[in-house]
């Protein structure tokens, strides 16, 4: 046997070994009370922590527990980010940094400070020449593993990276705000360059710009309107912070409480976002919508869309998992609030782009799955569209390419991330997270290795 097929062969056993060693009775986890996901009985959160920062509700509870379904509410440091967003709506502007303001400190900044925070962004946006070409050699199609590769090396360029005083804290969270958007627009720019042989743009992004237009310019140059641009500011703020529970700030707080450096915690964060169950969802639901308009014919047809629902509860299509992307969330029950105010320009958007048939199949889509989900698996749980059901179609007619759809949702939750972490540092009596495992492996006399 060749090395090669040593090699092999060692690998399989080993593979077959861990099928076995794996496995854990399920029952074992309600003997001994233990949250399987840190989830309660009843699809809540096991409290793990205390925050000021953001609050997510999906519904009431009674005094006896039972949880009663209301619509979604989301705050940010107090403030409901419908009173938020339609206030930026309305005098149509970009908002983002305002609510990166706020997150960071605690308030709202007046023009003075709104105008400083700006400045002190575009100027921190540009990258180092070391860490440009660093992406322009790296191989790999996968933009979250380069965005995370470039977060550690910024390590290198800080001259003080372990310091986790209020003020570094503060300055390496304004620097990953601002880095982020130029990372992931150069870093997709050299996979088409590689992958596609397109021209290679690295423009330097404007000053006196919003993330938004910036993110578009660096990205597509000059061929974006100002609708791509709130569109894209709006879902910036949506994404930018969702509580402390949710699985990508919850590690960033994890290993924060350890005491590490502020660019090995975001890269872990970024880690936790990039799988399929977490910030690759919005792909996993643009998927599954090309696979529905491909297959109903009339997309009218309310009955022809819901026996194509049963298809897929059914695992006879899509991806044969049985779920519909983008229906149903852990915590909102009636209502996502950012799928509501997105809904608001997602319609104008696809006004403008002249693909109202589109987003109007969309909105029947979402109705007749979630009729069609409680008709085939009962009503056990109030459903409603999550945000990542209409972000992917948003971000395609904005012109942006599915594979910086994950990167995307970081660039706005490095925000909430660096809040959650400097919050995590800084109050007092902090302990390092540390929750129990119980092992359920019986003792057992050790065999000496001649007598195996």
Not at 9 to 32: E, N
Request: net charge neutral.
């Amino acid at each position: 046997m060749t090395l090669t097929n040593k090699k092999q062969y060692l690998i399989y056993k080993l593979s077959d070994l861990m099928k076995d060693c794996t496995k854990i009775d399920t029952g074992l986890f309600s003997k001994y009370d233990v949250k399987r996901g840190l989830r309660n009985e009843n699809g809540t959160g096991v409290l793990a922590g205390l925050t000021n920062i953001g609050d997510v509700v999906g519904y009431d509870k009674t005094p006896e527990g039972e949880l009663i379904p209301i619509d979604g509410k989301l705050f940010f440091r107090g403030y409901e980010i419908t009173d938020l967003v339609d206030a930026i709506l309305r005098e149509k502007r970009c908002g983002f940094e305002e609510v990166a303001y706020l997150l960071l400190s605690g308030r709202l900044p007046d023009k003075e400070e709104l105008d400083s925070f700006k400045e002190l962004i575009c100027e921190n946006m540009p990258l180092e020449h070391q860490t440009i070409l660093h992406i322009i050699e790296l191989e790999g199609n996968d933009i979250m593993n380069i965005l995370a590769r470039s977060v550690l090396e910024f390590y290198t360029f800080d001259e003080n990276p372990d310091d986790i005083s209020r003020e570094n804290l503060m300055k390496q969270s304004i620097e990953l705000i601002s880095k982020f958007p130029t990372t992931i627009a150069y870093a997709y720019n050299m996979y088409r360059h590689k992958e596609m042989g397109r021209t290679l743009h690295l423009r330097h992004p404007k000053e006196n710009a919003s993330i938004a237009e910036n993110f578009l310019y660096m990205l597509k140059g000059n061929s974006y309107t100002n609708l791509e641009v709130r569109t894209l500011d709006l879902m910036l703020i949506l994404h930018s912070e969702h509580g402390g529970g949710n699985n990508s700030t919850f590690t960033v707080r994890v290993t924060s409480s350890a005491g590490t450096d502020t660019y090995s915690s975001i890269a872990a964060g970024i880690g936790s976002l990039k799988g399929p169950k977490h910030g690759g969802a919005n792909i996993k639901v643009r998927t599954m919508l090309e696979e529905l308009k491909e297959n109903i014919r009339n997309w009218k047809d309310e009955k022809e869309i819901g026996d194509y629902i049963a298809r897929i509860l059914n695992k006879k299509a899509c991806d044969g998992s049985g779920l519909v992307y983008g229906i149903g969330h852990a915590v909102y029950t009636k209502s996502d609030p950012r799928a509501v105010l997105l809904n608001k320009l997602a319609k104008e958007l696809a006004q403008e782009k002249g693909r109202m048939d589109e987003f109007e199949f969309l909105q029947r889509v979402e109705k007749v799955a979630i009729e069609t989900i409680y008709k085939v698996k009962g009503k056990g749980k109030t459903l409603c569209a999550n945000v990542d059901f209409y972000s992917g179609f948003v971000y395609h007619m904005i012109g942006i390419p599915q594979e910086i759809f994950t990167p995307l949702f970081a660039m706005a939750r490095i925000v909430g991330w660096c809040a959650h972490r400097n919050e995590e540092l800084n109050f007092e009596g902090r302990r390092i997270v540390r929750p129990a495992y119980k092992c359920v492996t019986d003792p057992k006399p050790y065999i000496d290795l001649k007598e195996r």
